[in-house]
Nanobody, 125 residues
């Protein structure tokens, strides 16, 4: 059973940066697409970024494009989300999720099979 554990959340001022980590165990990342999702207070869960199984392609929501970067380590056990130029509207619980779909990854949370428990990011002065 694939297990995902997020870390790296916290309180940051507007304009600051955070790096979230998603530690993956119980499976080989070469067979899973990974996505980052978030749920802000009072809002629906939304896709933020994803990476395909091969790692060759990524996708970003318009709201975070050019500010966030998804990547994974060479050992392929951890997927990161580097978040720069953070805004108050980025405040949310961030989740990583996975599925075994091949091809281009999806930002549709209904397509994900495995989920972590989330990490809270608060952007506030």
């Amino acid at each position: 059973q694939l297990q995902l554990v997020e870390s790296g959340g916290g309180l940051v001022q507007p304009g600051g940066s955070l790096r979230l980590s998603c530690a993956v165990s119980g499976g080989d990342l070469n067979y899973y697409a990974i996505g980052w999702f978030r749920r802000a207070p009072g809002k629906e869960r939304e896709g933020v970024s994803c990476m395909s199984r091969s790692g060759a392609s990524t996708n970003y929501a318009d709201a975070v494009k050019d500010r966030f970067t998804i990547y994974r380590d060479n050992a392929r056990t951890t997927v990161y989300l580097q978040m720069n130029s953070l805004k108050p509207e980025d405040t949310a619980v961030y989740y990583c999720a996975a599925n075994r779909a091949a091809g281009r990854c999806s930002l549709d949370h209904t397509r994900m099979t495995y989920w972590g428990k989330g990490t809270l990011v608060t952007v506030s002065s």
